[in-house]
């Protein structure tokens, strides 16, 4: 299982299957979360995830996709697009430190 330390992050994608609602407000968020600390944040589909990416974002239906997709990259699978815990880990990781895995 990859694992990256959030002071390492410097791409950070969010993957989708069709819509392009839900996932488009999680990506203009993080984009703002994480302005600061020059992380790019980027919105695509799951099964083009570019390769520069260091950690991804998909809802968990998706992560199986997103892992072939992406083998080598961290896939952190959320259930809700909109205040998941799963995505305050990456936003406290990047900002304070600290092991993603996934």
């Known amino acids: ?3 990256i330390n959030g002071t390492e992050i410097k791409k950070v994608v ?5 819509g392009m609602g839900s ?6 968020q993080l984009r703002r979360q994480l302005a600061k600390n020059a992380v790019t944040v980027e919105h695509t589909p799951v099964n083009s995830i570019p390769a520069d990416a260091d950690v991804v974002i998909c809802h968990r239906g998706l992560a199986a996709r997103a892992r072939v997709s992406a083998p080598d990259k961290v896939i952190v699978p959320i ?3 909109i205040g998941d ?3 305050t880990k990456v ?3 990047v ?3 600290g092991e993603l895995s996934g």
């Open 14 to 18: 969010v993957a989708c299957d069709a």
């Open 95 to 97: 900002q304070r430190g």
């Open 85 to 87: 815990p799963a995505v």
């Open 1 to 3: 299982m990859p694992t």
């Open 79 to 81: 259930q809700v697009f």
């Open 91 to 93: 936003v406290n990781a």
């Open 23 to 28: 996932s488009v407000m999680l990506a203009s």
